[in-house]
């Protein structure tokens, strides 16, 4: 793998204990590397994960499939507690539209307002 070809799933953050930015990877939840800027923490975290692929590979282990290219079905079961179900039942009741509708919105307007750049392509997306 190189590192032009990587198409596991980033994630830069500051660490307040480390006062430095930390690279993660989704796929590799035990690696990080710490770095004084975002740009090293990424270039160092990618550099990390492209060793880990190598070391796996040179043993007959097969590297994590990345979030990117697995497909999803866009159904997933949720337990809640039955007094939560009938509260969003209610909700959904009120609302006129079924349990499902008003949980996708729920769930999309929380994501969306805590992902700005998602919220951005949403609006251009109903913009169009």
């Given amino acids: 793998m190189s590192l032009k070809n990587d198409r596991y799933t980033y994630r830069i953050t500051w660490s307040e204990d480390d006062q430095e930015y930390v ?23 990618r550099k990390v994960v492209e060793g880990s692929v190598s070391d796996m590979r040179t043993n007959g282990e097969t590297p994590p499939v990345p979030l990117a290219s697995k497909p999803f079905s866009g159904k997933f079961v949720v337990r809640v507690p039955p007094e939560v179900h009938r509260e969003l039942a209610t909700k959904a009741a ?30 251009r997306l109903i913009d169009k």
């Avoid at 993660?24 to 975002?38: D, K, M, R, V």
């Avoid at 079924?98 to 805590?114: G, W």
């Fill in 23 to 45: 690279g993660l990877c989704i796929e590799f939840p035990s690696l990080s590397w710490l770095a004084q800027n975002p740009e090293d923490a990424l270039k160092g975290i």
């Fill in 94 to 123: 009120e609302e006129g539209i079924s349990l499902n509708r008003l949980i996708n919105s729920k769930l999309s307007s929380s994501l969306l307002r805590n992902q700005p750049e998602l919220a951005g392509l949403a609006r």
